[in-house]
C-alpha cells in the first residue's frame, strides 16, 4: 500500500506559484500529480514544485517533470536527488536541495 499524495499549492516569498506535493508519487496517484502540475504550468511561469515532502516518485512521476521542465524550479530531499540525475532532468532544468543544517 502506498503513502497517499497530498498536493497544495501557494506562493513562495518572491512570489512564484508554489506546488506541494507530499507522500509518494506513483501509479496510484500519477493521474491527480500530473493534472495539478499542468494547471500550475498553465497559469504561470516557472513554477516551483517543492518535493522535499515526497519519499518516493516512480519512472512515471519524472515524466510529468520531464513535459514541463523548462517551466519548472524544483526543490527535492537529498533521497530523490539520484533519481533526478540519473534521468537526466537535473540538466533540463532548475533543482535544489533544502541545507540539512536549516
Request: with cysteine; proline share 7%; charged share 15%.
Amino acid at each position: 500500500m502506498s503513502t497517499p499524495l497530498t498536493l497544495s499549492t501557494g506562493h513562495d516569498p518572491a512570489g512564484r506559484p508554489v506546488l506541494t506535493a507530499r507522500g509518494e508519487i506513483d501509479m496510484a496517484n500519477l493521474a491527480t500529480f500530473r493534472a495539478a502540475l499542468e494547471t500550475a504550468v498553465t497559469q504561470a511561469s516557472p513554477v516551483v514544485v517543492d518535493l522535499t515532502a515526497v519519499d518516493y516518485l516512480d519512472s512515471g512521476a519524472i515524466n510529468a517533470l520531464f513535459v514541463h521542465a523548462e517551466h519548472l524550479h524544483l526543490i527535492c530531499n537529498r533521497t530523490l536527488l539520484p533519481a533526478l540525475r540519473i534521468s537526466g532532468l537535473t540538466e533540463l532544468t532548475t533543482i535544489e536541495t533544502p541545507d540539512p543544517r536549516a
